[in-house]
């Protein structure tokens, strides 16, 4: 059976278990999402949660931003995280890549509060970077929006695989 098929099935601990990850360290989303069963199908609960997060209150948005690992030199990832740096090839870089990500990393959270987010899936290390060095430079409102924004294409990218496994 598919975990589409058995969306409705799955008892509180397995349905957190699955989507409290797909934001990042944010079971409450998850849980939330609960209380709007039964789900037509996967892209009816993938829209419901992502109204959940839509309706959020900017310190609950500003929480799950500041959930998110700095990229390239945090060691404590969650296994979606892991995945989508290794695949990213953020666990491969150069001294010199390494101390601009960290240099990068201090002055962004410094200047807006939260880490440097995107949805690293399908880019390499140069691009994300290049990014980096771009949006460092928006004021605190653009980025923010930007940051919730890659925060949502991040979930939807987990929801995705959750669903094809």
Partial sequence: MSLENDLNNLNRDKFVYLFGEIFEKTEWIAEKLLEYKPFKDKDDLIN????????????????????????????????????????????????????????????????????????????DKIE???????????DVELEFKEAKSQVKKIALFRLNELFTK
């Fill in 48 to 123: 419901k949660m992502f109204q959940i997060y839509e309706a959020s209150q900017k310190n609950d948005i500003l929480d799950i931003l500041k959930s998110h690992p700095k990229l390239a030199i945090e060691k404590n990832l969650t296994q979606y995280s892991s995945k989508e740096q290794s695949l990213a090839n953020l666990k491969n870089c150069t001294e010199a890549e390494y101390e601009e990500f960290k240099t990068l990393n201090n002055e962004y959270e410094k200047k807006f509060g939260f880490p440097f987010i995107i949805a690293v899936k399908g880019k």
């Fill in 128 to 138: 994300i970077l290049n990014n980096f060095r771009q949006r460092i430079n928006n």
